[in-house]
């Protein structure tokens, strides 16, 4: 009997497809109870028939009914669409770990309803922890529910705290490659592509994280994540440019030690660490050799060059649904920006602006409640809306 079994939330997508690379890696040991994705019906097709799934999920009714009329497996997978199955795929009594692999606020739902019962969840998507981190560890902490962070950071810290978030870290190094523009001087960033942009020099990764790399918003993200995941202030929370990718993060102790994991750039490593946890899976992966890589440089982060990441550290400090709003605002944006609606400096002036906006709506004591408190669900998705309509907004402008 497998050890496991698993619904994959966003299985066509890079991290669904390396989650899904190292089950076939772990034979015998996760069933696939599960797979859900959004508009790419041939890959989901292929998945179904190599990893015979009792349900397909496709957001989408029309796609789903398309999908229904392919009869995947001879008609005996069930095809459910819209939120309503991607919950349900999340609670399913019979699933141990949900992979919350999805792209963006739309897995806020599936995730909760997974903590709600009391699921093993792995997550990658790190916007539900923007919207809602503290409503969810909450709620894990009362439902016995285990959150196996995924983001190869988070799962750093995880690594260093032995598997244990209860551990209480000191401090924490968050590490950053810096992105493609890195090395670039600030009067060259108008003129830059989506195709340079969509470049990352080390992960390879799905456009909307690959654009957040580039601006380092996912770096903002991913300190509110680990906000959340490690009850940590933000003042205890520090971000290092490392350009080789290697240290994946460090923690610190009270006493001054300081752990890191290394590794080479891989996600199939912490997703392997999230799939077996508590129990290491044999992995057989490229080894880092620390000889070929020769040096390892850690540097400060210019405000200048990254302001998106300074933008979301202001948000987390503002508290209340601002970060959900700035997630909301930086989604629009960016699938704006990938559209090639503006050019690649409008991306922090938009959501500069967002969070102006945000700030004197909360002065002038106008903002709708969500946006000074996320006590629900609702209320984050609220403040993820209310961002995504000021974006929309100014970018109609
Ligand atoms: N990629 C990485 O290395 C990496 C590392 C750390 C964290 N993360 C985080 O992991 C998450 C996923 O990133 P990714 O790079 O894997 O993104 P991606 O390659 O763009 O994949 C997104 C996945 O979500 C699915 N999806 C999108 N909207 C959906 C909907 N409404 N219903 C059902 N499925 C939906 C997509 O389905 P279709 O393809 O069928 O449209 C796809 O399977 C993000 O939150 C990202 O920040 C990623």
Not at 163 to 174: A, E, F, K, T, W
Not at 323 to 339: F, I, R
Request: proline share 6%; glycine share 8%.
């Amino acid at each position: 009997m497998a050890d496991k079994t698993l619904t994959i939330l966003g299985s066509t997508g890079s991290i669904g497809r390396s989650t899904l690379d190292v089950v076939s890696r772990s034979p015998g040991r996760f069933r696939v109870h599960a797979l859900a994705a959004h508009r790419n019906l041939e890959l989901l097709l292929s998945q179904i028939e190599r990893y015979q799934p009792s349900v397909a999920v496709v957001y989408d009714d029309e796609a789903a009914h398309r999908l229904r009329q392919k009869r995947p497996l001879g008609g005996r997978v069930t095809v459910l669409s819209g939120m309503a199955g991607l919950v349900e795929v999340a609670v399913d009594p019979g699933v141990n770990q949900v992979v919350s692999g999805m792209v963006g606020a739309i897995g806020l739902e599936p995730t909760y309803a997974a903590i709600e019962r009391g699921k093993e969840v792995a997550i990658a998507n790190k916007e539900t922890l923007v919207l809602a981190g503290e409503l969810m560890v909450n709620l894990a902490s009362g439902t016995g529910s285990r959150l196996l962070p995924m983001d190869s950071e988070h799962n750093a810290i995880f690594q260093c705290l032995g598997g244990n978030p209860d551990r209480m870290p000191h401090r924490i190094v968050l590490t950053a490659s810096g992105g493609p523009f890195r090395d670039w001087p600030m009067e060259r960033f108008a003129d830059i592509t989506v195709e340079q942009a969509l470049d990352h020099p080390n992960w390879k990764m799905g456009p909307k994280i690959t654009i957040d790399s580039a601006t380092m918003m996912n770096k903002g993200l991913e300190v509110v994540e680990a906000r959340w995941l490690f009850g940590l202030p933000p003042s205890r929370i520090q971000v290092l440019i490392h350009r080789q990718s290697i240290v994946h993060s460090m923690v610190e102790f009270r006493d001054g030690s300081t752990l890191a994991q290394l590794g080479l750039p891989d996600m199939r490593t912490p997703i392997s660490y999230c799939l077996g946890w508590p129990e290491r899976l044999p992995l057989d992966l490229p080894r880092l050799d620390l000889v070929q890589v020769g040096r390892l440089d850690f540097e400060s982060v210019p405000e200048t060059k990254y302001p998106c990441l300074f933008l979301a550290l202001e948000a987390l400090e503002l508290g209340g649904g601002a970060p959900a709003a700035l997630n909301g605002a930086n989604e629009t944006v960016v699938a704006a920006y990938l559209d090639r609606a503006f050019p690649f400096t409008s991306i922090p002036r938009i959501l500069r602006e967002v969070l102006g906006r945000l700030r004197a709506e909360l002065a002038a004591s106008t903002a709708p409640e969500c946006l000074g408190s996320v006590r629900t669900v609702q209320d984050a998705i609220g403040a993820d809306r209310w961002g995504r309509e000021a974006a929309k907004a100014l970018i109609a402008n």
